[in-house]
């Protein structure tokens, strides 16, 4: 084999597919099999491996498709399902969402032509998807039980030319910055979406399907600090109800199943009508039509989650009739972390929220 730190390199990480290769060659994100050997290329970052975040609609697939007979999560499936999934595709991909999620970890070596401005040393989080990016694991994930998305890991990671990256923070909990970070894409993009509103002389509502979630709770508060008018938060159960009233993220909290077009706009009817924006941050398929009902005409349906089907809402909106914008939220926009954390560090309520889950999580994680 040649010496990887002599040969060419693409900054998008070509020279790490697998498979397929040849003509058929494409990027690491839609490769079936990538190279996640530690020897970094000149321009490649390798990352000691700390903490694995599965997004949420991958662990839930894999939840659910790993039960006990009881009904109960099955962990040990679901581990093993995991480490299946990184030994055979030389990254965490998972193949029915095709998402993967993000980690934390410690720069172990920076290639001499690296962009990314790291040194050996820095506690970094990966602001690239998982499945993307070359990943190996060393520890059979032997601390982790399978029952929540955050997977405590040994192993290692590599970083393109560009990838992105952001050194946690001094002033937060590790895996606090993580879980913020993990979904910093959607305040940016509901922040700049209601700006364009706003520049236009136009106070606009804001609509946020999944209302008490991690990208949910941060679109929230996104909308308000832009300027947005009302907010309105949907949420499917009571107890989620409850972490959002008297927090002030939203005006009114609306409790209706995302899936159920009828339901879902009547909800919103009731509420003070469609809005002008709305963010599906729900992590299960079949939003999409009830999301575009529940969006006035002219306006804008933002997508972030990964169990969006973006054909039915294509077709949805046509054969609805409905004049709408619809974004994908792709997780990047210049800034999106430093923006992320500057709300959690400047609202309580979204700060309690986070790091409400995140006990939750240590409790129920060995």
């Excluded at 498709?65 to 030389?90: M, Q």
Aim: hydrophobic share 45%; net charge negative; aromatic share 4%.
């Amino acid at each position: 084999m040649n010496d990887v730190r002599t040969t060419p390199s693409s900054p998008v990480g070509l020279h790490r597919v697998l498979e397929p290769a040849g003509e058929r060659i494409t990027l690491p994100q839609a490769a079936q099999r990538l190279d996640a050997t530690p020897q970094v290329w000149p321009d490649e970052v390798r990352i000691a491996v700390e903490t694995l975040n599965l997004d949420a609609a991958s662990y839930r697939q894999l939840a659910e498709a790993h039960r006990t007979p009881a009904g109960e999560v099955d962990g040990e499936a679901v581990r093993a399902a995991v480490l299946d999934i990184v030994a055979t595709r030389g990254k965490m991909q998972n193949p029915v969402t095709g998402s993967g999620g993000m980690l934390i970890g410690t720069v172990e070596e920076v290639g001499p032509d690296s962009p990314l401005g790291l040194v050996p040393g820095d506690q970094v989080a990966t602001l690239v998807s998982l499945s993307l990016t070359p990943l190996a694991l060393t520890d059979g994930l032997a601390r982790w039980d399978g029952r929540s998305e955050r997977v405590p890991a040994e192993g290692h990671a590599i970083l393109f030319g560009r990838s992105i990256a952001a050194k946690l923070p001094a002033d937060l909990d590790p895996e606090l910055a993580l879980m913020v970070m993990d979904v910093c894409g959607a305040p940016a993009l509901v922040a700049r979406v209601v700006r364009e509103y706003t520049d236009r002389g136009q106070i606009p509502s804001v609509l946020v399907l999944g209302g008490a979630g991690k990208s949910g709770s941060l679109s929230l508060a996104a909308a308000a600090d832009a300027g947005a008018g009302r907010r309105v938060a949907v949420v499917p159960f009571e107890a989620e109800a409850d972490l959002l009233r008297g927090t002030g993220l939203a005006d009114e909290v609306v409790i209706a199943d995302a899936r159920s077009p009828l339901g879902l706009s009547g909800a919103v009817e009731a509420a003070g009508g469609p809005a002008d924006i709305t963010v599906v941050c729900v992590d299960v398929p079949g939003c999409e039509q009830p999301a575009i009902l529940s969006t006035a005409q002219g306006g804008t349906v933002i997508f972030f989650s990964m169990a969006t089907n973006f054909a039915a809402a294509a077709l949805g909106a046509e054969g609805l009739a409905a004049d709408v914008r619809m974004l994908v939220g792709n997780g990047y926009v210049p800034g999106h972390a430093d923006y992320a954390l500057s709300l959690l560090r400047g609202n309580a309520a979204v700060r309690a929220l986070f790091e409400g889950r995140l006990a939750h999580e240590q409790t129920v994680t060995p």
